[in-house]
């Protein structure tokens, strides 16, 4: 069974699709971390994001690869370790012009869709209801105010990065939010037969409980 949770940064997907996939004992799948990687890499090579021929080239050798280590997820690019890296925020700023390239969404395609062959499981990311899996068994639409959303960003980042203004999380969300959903290729978009859910407000185990009816209710 595939249930998909796509919606904007800071809906809460992360989060949400992880507790989902435990309590109903399904793998997770974070598709953003594979867009992610790519990024760092661009950042490792000195590859301008906007030069697009480049950023393709990456991808001969993106040797990506993701390990379950004491039940949490570990990413690696070749042999070095990038769990924590993919997060920072000069990652995040290169990731949305590296995940709008078409070429590099159509090439990351199979190394996702592999992860199905896990059995039961639930993936996160912005086109998995509608390019990824068009058959999914669930597709949700996880979504969140502008404002509800750059707060539970800044209250992630601002421990490790206290320059960060919640003025200056949101400016940079809504310019994403405006990249993601207005490319050609493959842009945010809830798919038709989606099930929208906004989390504004709703705590995360409200929001849970709610994915769990969903996908029960679906296929209960
Ligand atoms: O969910 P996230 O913030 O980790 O995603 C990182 C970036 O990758 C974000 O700019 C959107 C993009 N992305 C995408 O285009 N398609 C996906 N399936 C997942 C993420």
Redesign the pocket.
């Known amino acids: 069974m595939i249930v998909t949770i ?1 919606g904007p ?1 800071g809906a809460g ?2 989060s949400a699709a992880k507790a989902l996939a435990k309590r109903l004992g399904f793998s997770y799948v ?7 990687a790519l ?1 760092y890499l661009s950042l490792r090579e000195g590859v301008d994001p906007r030069e697009e021929k480049e950023v393709i080239a990456l991808l001969d050798h993106f040797d990506f690869r993701t390990e379950i280590q004491g039940g949490k997820r570990h990413y690696y690019l070749d042999q070095e370790e990038i769990t924590a890296v993919i997060r920072t925020p000069a990652v ?1 700023e290169r ?2 012009a ?3 390239i078409e070429e590099v ?1 159509t090439r990351l395609l199979p190394l ?1 869709r592999k992860e199905a062959e896990l059995g039961n499981v639930v993936f ?5 209801g509608t390019t ?1 899996f068009p058959h999914a068994d669930v597709k949700i639409f996880l979504t969140a105010s502008p404002e509800v959303r750059a707060h539970r960003r800044y209250l992630e980042l601002a421990p490790k990065h206290p320059h960060l203004t919640e003025a200056s999380v949101l400016a940079d969300q809504l310019r ?1 939010d405006e ?2 959903s207005t490319r050609s290729a ?1 842009p ?1 978009r809830a798919a038709e037969d989606a099930i929208y859910l906004d989390t504004s407000a709703l705590t995360l185990e409200e929001v849970v409980d709610r994915l769990v009816e969903i996908v029960r209710g679906k296929h209960g």
């Not at 996160?124 to 998995?128: L, P, S, T």
């Open positions: 796509d940064s997907k992360g974070d598709t953003g971390a594979i867009y992610r990024s995040t990731v949305s590296v995940s709008a969404r996702q996160e990311g912005r086109d998995m990824l994403r990249w993601d493959s945010l």
